[in-house]
Structures are given as structure tokens and as C-alpha cells.
């Protein structure tokens, strides 16, 4: 797409996780109004340790794994609290379905 930059486009795209890859990215934490999302490489092989914000989705458990069913828009990067209370940049996705 001519003149839409790699953030502008990822923004217009809608993302449905692929189960393989997405039952290894686990609930960590919530930060308000955030559910945090964790993978691990040793989880699976498609997986690198990454975390993203998911803002919009059902209530979880930690531990619980990616919704299969969920379509995600992607919203762009955020600051937020992480572990220990550093901030963080964190990739923030949000639920449309």
C-alpha cells in the first residue's frame, strides 16, 4: 500500500491469532484497563518472549490462554507499568470480536 507507513497499516489490519502459536501466549496480569499477555520460547516453538496488552477482552484467569475465537485490531504502542513497576513499552491489541 503506497504511503501508508508500517505503523498506519498494521493499524488497518484485523488479526486472528493462529492456535498453534497463540496457546502458548498466557495471562499474566491485568493493568488496568489491560490484560497482559506473555509467550515464552520455551512454551512452544513458534513463540519468543513478547508480551501484548489486550484491551477489550473477557474476563480471564491467569494463566488462561489467547481467546481462538477473538479477532484483534492493533491500537499501536503504550507505557505501561510492568513487572516490578518499571514502565515498559508494550504492544496494545484490542478485541473486535
Do not use: N
Request: proline share 4%; with cysteine; charged share 25%.
Amino acid at each position: 500500500m503506497p504511503g501508508i507507513s508500517g505503523e498506519a497499516h498494521l493499524k488497518t489490519l484485523m488479526i486472528k491469532v493462529d492456535w498453534r502459536g497463540g496457546r502458548h501466549c498466557r495471562a499474566v496480569r491485568y493493568v488496568k484497563p489491560y490484560v497482559i499477555y506473555t509467550a515464552h520460547p520455551d512454551e512452544g516453538s513458534c513463540a519468543i518472549y513478547r508480551e501484548v496488552a489486550v484491551l477489550g477482552g473477557a474476563m480471564v484467569e491467569r494463566v488462561d490462554t489467547t481467546d481462538r475465537d477473538a479477532i484483534f485490531q492493533y491500537v499501536g504502542w503504550k507505557k505501561q507499568e510492568g513487572a516490578g513497576g518499571f514502565p515498559i513499552d508494550i504492544q496494545v491489541v484490542k478485541v473486535r470480536k
